[in-house]
Every structure is written in C-alpha cells, then in structure tokens.
C-alpha cells in the first residue's frame, strides 16, 4: 500500500515558508510532541484515572477487589442493619425494598458521611421527602414501611432515586419482613 506524502510535503513547505526565522530542525520535534500529547489525551479519555480520593470508578470494579464475595441475600432490617460501615466494612442500603451496595460511595453513605444515616436501614422514606432526619427512618423491629402515604411528587423523587443507585451500584439482596 503506497501513501501519498505530497500533502504532508507541501504542508511541511506552507509551515516553513510562514516563519522563516524557525530553524527548521525543530518541526519534527513540535510535530512529535503533540501527537504524544494527542495519543496521551485519547488514552485519558478511554481510560480516565481512578478519582482523587482512591475510590474505583464503578461498583463493578470495587466488587472484584473486595474480599468476600458479594452474595444475592434476602435481608431483613435486623440483617442488614449490621452493615452500616462500623460494624460490617461494606456499607448497603435498601430502597424500594431492593438493597444495593454503596461502598464504592462510602464518603457519602459510610461513617460521617451526609448520607450516613441510611447505611444499614431503609431509605426509602427519607430520600422520597428528602430528609435526612432520623425519624425518616423506620425503627428496626417494626414492619417495612409500605410508603402508601407518599404524594406524587415523593414517588417520583424516590423514583429517581431508585434509578441512580440502579445504575451507580450493585444490587445485592432485597428487604423483607421478619419471618
């Protein structure tokens, strides 16, 4: 296969004749540089580093580093109250009855974090009103909370909701009552 050069030639020649003070010694040099500069930004852009903070871009890639592997269970609040960050290291979380693992987002949900108050527990209530007040919260030996008394606008907020950690993080049980 023969490539035509008489494009990058006559380019080559435009340059030159443009700045006619410029050794001409340095053209392949700026040449070279920018399409490393170019070959580094499409790899960036491919392949974007991990965030400052250490985390792992995706629940996908955390779950493969995690020592224990992550199981499919049936949780109910006593169960999955344990793993609020403090006494287990994995931090979950239950809306709309599905339990999603929220580790890789533990500056959120973990110990300290704005959300902090939901590891372990159903959120359900409080990101439908979007509260983060304790009472928000279902106590832990009473039934799931049916949230048959939301208005339309708290649906769709829970909605919404449901659907970032949907597509943010594993899922990995759901929540039912105590047997």
Not at 44 to 59: D, E, H, S
Not at 71 to 86: A, C, D, E, R, W
Not at 98 to 123: E, H, I, K, L, M
Request: aromatic share 12%.
């Amino acid at each position: 296969m023969m490539v035509d050069l008489t494009a990058f030639q006559n380019y080559y020649k435009n340059v030159m004749a443009l700045a006619p003070g410029v050794n001409s010694g340095y053209i392949p040099y700026l040449n070279a540089s920018l399409g490393i500069l170019s070959v580094y930004l499409v790899y960036r852009t491919i392949f974007p580093p991990a965030r400052p903070n250490g985390q792992v871009l995706n629940a996908q890639q955390q779950a493969k580093q995690e020592s224990q592997p992550l199981v499919y269970t049936k949780f109910t609040p006593t169960t999955l109250q344990p793993f609020n960050g403090v006494i287990e290291e994995r931090v979950l979380m239950a809306v709309k009855g599905r339990v999603y693992d929220v580790s890789a987002g533990r500056t959120f949900y973990g110990p300290g974090g704005p959300y902090s108050n939901f590891a372990g527990r159903d959120a359900s209530r409080g990101l439908a009103k979007g509260s983060f007040d304790e009472e928000m919260l279902t106590p832990i030996d009473m039934p799931i909370d049916p949230l048959d008394d939301l208005n339309e606008e708290e649906i769709q907020a829970l909605n919404d909701w449901e659907q970032h950690f949907a597509g943010k993080y594993l899922r990995c049980g759901e929540l039912v009552e105590e047997w």
